[in-house]
């Protein structure tokens, strides 16, 4: 069963306007959140990530905002732009991560950022 | 520069001959891990390893295997591959060090693997 869903297969914006990417999750043991970006023939690389113990994290243009007591998480880019145009990935984790817990992975949303 | 090394990008092969896909760190990371990602299912874990000598099956570990016998080496292995393996492959690696409590997973650039 998908412990990390994310529910929107694609997302269109117009450039300059804010990408929201949604992200649920079914473990309430998941502690640590992470966002991934991946352009084709790439592998994924990591954008942002949060612990649960606050619930915004700010890097940039991007920003991840977490909801614990709903299970949800959101990555928030502002201002969209073409460059951003990607497959996005959310992904969860339970302490202790240095025991090599493992990552669970959602089906990823794609973003396209119309210029 | 910082990577993680996966090789080949693009393979096919035929039902049963045994392949090997090979995955280099070059981070001196202690943990790999190797996904593969199908549609509709995101990455799914296949093996992981938390140190040399040291591996745990994934969630989807059936007709794999791994082995870590270098920290910066994590090869998968595909004994007698069938046609349900052809998917697209990932490595990846991360510290696990305490003062590195919550760290991300570094991937490859993938293997794309079709079997038939």
């Known amino acids: 069963d998908q412990q990390v869903k994310q529910n929107s297969p694609s997302l269109s914006v117009q450039e300059g306007r804010i990408s929201i990417l949604n992200c649920d999750y079914t473990?309430?043991?998941?502690?640590?959140f992470l966002w991934y970006k991946k352009y084709p023939a790439e592998g994924p690389t990591f954008l942002i990530s949060i612990s649960s113990i606050k619930d915004k994290n700010e890097d940039g243009r991007f920003t991840v905002f977490l909801n614990k007591s709903a299970k949800h998480l959101s990555l928030h880019i502002v201002p969209s732009q073409p460059g951003d145009s990607a497959v996005y990935f959310c992904?969860?984790?339970?302490?202790?991560?240095?025991?090599?817990?493992?990552?669970?992975f959602g089906t990823g949303t794609s973003l396209t950022v119309i210029p | 520069e910082a990577q993680v090394t996966q090789n080949p990008r693009y393979l096919i092969t035929v039902t049963g001959k045994k392949l090997t896909v090979t995955c280099s760190q070059n981070m001196n990371h202690e943990y790999m891990s190797w996904y593969r990602q199908d549609p509709g299912l995101g990455l799914r874990q296949i093996y992981y390893s938390m140190n040399v000598e040291v591996t745990d099956k994934g969630d989807v570990p059936e007709g794999y295997k791994v082995s870590r016998k270098e920290k910066r080496n994590f090869p998968l292995i595909l004994e007698s591959p069938s046609p349900n393996q052809t998917s697209l492959y990932f490595c990846a690696s991360r510290t696990i060090w305490l003062g590195a409590y919550n760290s991300p997973l570094h991937f490859g650039n993938g293997t794309r693997l079709t079997v038939t």
């Open positions: 473990n309430s043991m998941f502690d640590y």
């Open positions: 992904a969860a984790s339970s302490t202790p991560s240095n025991t090599g817990n493992q990552f669970y």
